[in-house]
Structures are given as structure tokens and as C-alpha cells.
């Protein structure tokens, strides 16, 4: 899709989504998510290449595509809210939530000390940011760098009309440093953390495979004193549901590599546990297991190289 068709796209559906009635934007969403699972498209292949791992091998066909259809139901669930969560009254967000564990995390921010939250890619990440702002504790985030760029600049107002502070995870040489900045002030950082977008992340276990994660979490608790905590997020019929974990320390080692590995490592068992206790609400369609990501960039490869070659013979060039 042309990036500028694809940015007024996107404006119209946020836009209907905040003023269809409600019922009748679910159903719409739901529908999308069955006609993508009925297609099996790519987006659900990826989803089913994850879920795989996470059911194990002895797993039937039919037991992933029945888990792999929730999944995307709840994935859908996640846009239709994001789109919708400006529009929503503060005391529906507020009375929806149930949360457990979230009186130590807002105790060490009361208390001065720093806190990074790590969340894999579950539930609703968006109603997390904006339910914790509005009970007072501003926080600081991320966000990938989407094409178009106005695109970009449209979630990232998104985001910070619900109170957040967005930085580019790329593109921005201060973003490492603001963060730090904020830790050491003894605010709250919030991090997606089960997904290697840079490629500088490191190999851990993940439902006995190797997968790529970032290190970025671990190691900026480290570097600023700050609480590591990790944070699951799931759907219970029309409730919103935040997990905040105990607090991860860092672990000992004579390196500074070996520290991050090995709390990172931590940190993906969390969400293991986490992930497998909800595994309909995780929301992962990339390829994020090694073998996953050799062969992915594999076909990109392949796709490049041919898509030169046709360029070459539109030209009217040869290859000898």
C-alpha cells in the first residue's frame, strides 16, 4: 500500500472507530480477525509459529488453529481499544482494570527509586500507560519508527494525549540517555521486551528455544539503580488485567555483558510463565526464534535479489 494512502487509511479508521457505537466497532474488528485466521495469512502463520513453541510438539493441528484464532481476536481487540482508548471516559478505563502487585511499583516510584517495567507484547499495552497516568505516575516509553512518518507522528500524539512521554526507539541518539535521565530522577519507564527489533539483542530460552530479546531493560537497571519489574497483561471478558512482578535483581558476574545476559534471562522466564498462562493474549506475529529470524532473512534475501533482477531487466540490462 502507498505509504500516504496508507496514512489516511489509518486517520479514517481511528477516526469511525471513536464515534461507531461500540458494539457495532467490535463486531468489525472481530470480523478482521476472523476473515485474517480463515486466510491464514501471514500475520497468523507468525502467530502460529510462535504459538507452536508454546504448545510443544505433542500439540494438535486443531489445538493450535482453535488458539491461534483467539489469538487474533485478541489482537484486533488490542486496536479496536487502542483506537478507542482517547475517547474513553477516565472512570471506564479506571473501573475496568484490575491489577495486582501495582502498590510496590507505584511505593519504589513514591520512594524516589527508578522503576524500568518490562512487558512482552500482551493485552493492551496502551490501556496500561494510560491506567497508570491516570492514577497519577507519568511515565516514559518507546515507540518504533513507522513508515509513513506521518503515521508515526500520529501514534506517538496518540499516545502522549494519554499522558505518556514517547521517545523513537530509532532515530533518536538521546533516547538511551533521556531514559536514564528519568530512571535516576526516580521515574517510571515502561518497555516492550520480548521482541529483538534492533538486532543487538541476546539469545535466551523461550518454551525450550532459542529466541532474540533485548537487552535494553537489564541493562538500563542496571546502569541507574533502578527496579526491574516485570508486567503481564491480559483480557477477562470486559476487564483489563496488569500483573505487576516481583522485582528482578541483577544478577552478579565479573562482566557487564554476563550481568545483562543473565537477568535478561530472568526476565524472559517471567514472561514464560506469564505468556503461557495467557497464551490467546499474546500478541507476537514476528518472528522473534532464531530459527524463525535465519529464515526470514532468508526469503528477504531472496525477495531483494529478485526484485533487482526485475528492475535490471526493466532496464533492458543483462546478466552473463
Same mark, same amino acid.
Not at 538511551?176 to 530512571?183: E, G, I, K, P, W
Given at each position: 500500500?502507498?505509504?500516504?494512502?496508507?496514512? /489516511?487509511?489509518?486517520? $479514517?479508521?481511528?477516526?469511525? =472507530?471513536?464515534?461507531?457505537?461500540?458494539?457495532?466497532?467490535?463486531?468489525?474488528?472481530?470480523?478482521?480477525? #476472523?476473515?485474517?485466521?480463515?486466510?491464514?495469512?501471514?500475520?497468523?502463520?507468525?502467530?502460529?509459529?510462535?504459538?507452536?513453541?508454546?504448545?510443544?510438539? %505433542?500439540?494438535?493441528?486443531?489445538?493450535?488453529?482453535?488458539?491461534?484464532?483467539?489469538?487474533?481476536?485478541?489482537?484486533?481487540?488490542?486496536?479496536?481499544?487502542?483506537?478507542?482508548?482517547?475517547?474513553?471516559?477516565? !472512570?471506564?478505563?479506571?473501573?475496568?482494570?484490575?491489577?495486582?502487585?501495582?502498590?510496590?511499583?507505584?511505593? %519504589?516510584?513514591?520512594?524516589?527509586?527508578?522503576?524500568?517495567?518490562?512487558?512482552?507484547?500482551?493485552?493492551?499495552?496502551? &490501556? *496500561?500507560?494510560?491506567?497508570?497516568?491516570?492514577?497519577?505516575?507519568?511515565?516514559?516509553?518507546?515507540?518504533?519508527?513507522?513508515?509513513? !512518518?506521518?503515521?508515526?507522528?500520529?501514534?506517538?500524539?496518540?499516545?502522549?494525549?494519554?499522558?505518556?512521554? =514517547?521517545?523513537?526507539?530509532?532515530?533518536?541518539?538521546?533516547?538511551?540517555?533521556?531514559? $536514564?535521565?528519568?530512571?535516576? *530522577?526516580?521515574?517510571?519507564?515502561?518497555?516492550?521486551?520480548?521482541?529483538?527489533?534492533?538486532?543487538?539483542?541476546?539469545?535466551? #530460552?523461550?518454551?525450550? !528455544?532459542?529466541? +532474540?530479546?533485548?537487552?535494553?531493560?537489564?541493562?538500563?537497571?542496571?546502569?541507574?539503580?533502578?527496579?526491574?519489574?516485570? =508486567?503481564? /497483561?491480559?483480557? #477477562?471478558?470486559?476487564?483489563?488485567?496488569?500483573?505487576?512482578?516481583?522485582?528482578?535483581?541483577?544478577?552478579?558476574?565479573?562482566?557487564?555483558?554476563?550481568?545483562?545476559?543473565?537477568? %535478561?534471562?530472568?526476565?524472559?522466564?517471567?514472561?514464560?510463565?506469564?505468556?503461557?498462562? &495467557?497464551?490467546?493474549?499474546? &500478541?507476537?506475529?514476528?518472528?522473534?526464534?532464531? +530459527?524463525?529470524?535465519?529464515? #526470514?532473512?532468508?526469503?528477504?534475501?531472496?525477495?531483494?535479489?529478485? $526484485? *533487482?533482477?526485475? *528492475?535490471?531487466? &526493466?532496464?533492458?540490462?543483462?546478466?552473463?
Amino acid at each position: 500500500m502507498d505509504e500516504r494512502v496508507a496514512e /489516511l487509511a489509518y486517520a $479514517a479508521g481511528w477516526s469511525a =472507530v471513536r464515534h461507531a457505537p461500540e458494539s457495532v466497532g467490535r463486531a468489525v474488528f472481530r470480523g478482521i480477525a #476472523d476473515r485474517s485466521w480463515r486466510a491464514h495469512d501471514e500475520g497468523t502463520r507468525g502467530l502460529e509459529r510462535n504459538l507452536r513453541r508454546l504448545l510443544g510438539p %505433542t500439540a494438535t493441528e486443531a489445538r493450535l488453529r482453535a488458539l491461534s484464532r483467539a489469538g487474533m481476536r485478541s489482537y484486533m481487540r488490542y486496536y479496536y481499544e487502542m483506537f478507542r482508548l482517547s475517547a474513553m471516559p477516565d !472512570e471506564h478505563i479506571l473501573g475496568n482494570t484490575r491489577a495486582t502487585g501495582i502498590e510496590v511499583l507505584e511505593k %519504589t516510584v513514591a520512594e524516589g527509586r527508578g522503576v524500568v517495567a518490562a512487558l512482552p507484547h500482551m493485552g493492551n499495552w496502551d &490501556h *496500561a500507560g494510560a491506567w497508570m497516568t491516570l492514577r497519577g505516575t507519568p511515565l516514559t516509553t518507546v515507540a518504533q519508527r513507522l513508515r509513513p !512518518e506521518g503515521l508515526y507522528r500520529r501514534f506517538t500524539a496518540h499516545r502522549e494525549s494519554l499522558g505518556m512521554e =514517547v521517545l523513537p526507539l530509532t532515530g533518536g541518539a538521546e533516547t538511551v540517555a533521556t531514559l $536514564a535521565r528519568r530512571l535516576r *530522577a526516580g521515574g517510571l519507564v515502561c518497555l516492550l521486551a520480548d521482541r529483538d527489533i534492533n538486532g543487538t539483542g541476546v539469545e535466551v #530460552d523461550l518454551f525450550g !528455544e532459542r529466541a +532474540r530479546v533485548p537487552t535494553g531493560p537489564a541493562a538500563l537497571a542496571m546502569n541507574t539503580g533502578a527496579a526491574l519489574m516485570p =508486567v503481564s /497483561l491480559w483480557y #477477562d471478558g470486559p476487564y483489563w488485567n496488569i500483573r505487576v512482578h516481583d522485582e528482578i535483581p541483577i544478577a552478579d558476574g565479573p562482566h557487564r555483558s554476563e550481568r545483562v545476559h543473565r537477568t %535478561t534471562r530472568e526476565l524472559v522466564r517471567v514472561f514464560e510463565g506469564a505468556i503461557a498462562e &495467557h497464551p490467546e493474549d499474546w &500478541h507476537m506475529l514476528q518472528p522473534i526464534f532464531s +530459527r524463525d529470524q535465519d529464515d #526470514d532473512r532468508i526469503r528477504r534475501h531472496r525477495r531483494e535479489t529478485e $526484485a *533487482a533482477l526485475r *528492475a535490471l531487466e &526493466h532496464r533492458g540490462g543483462r546478466i552473463r
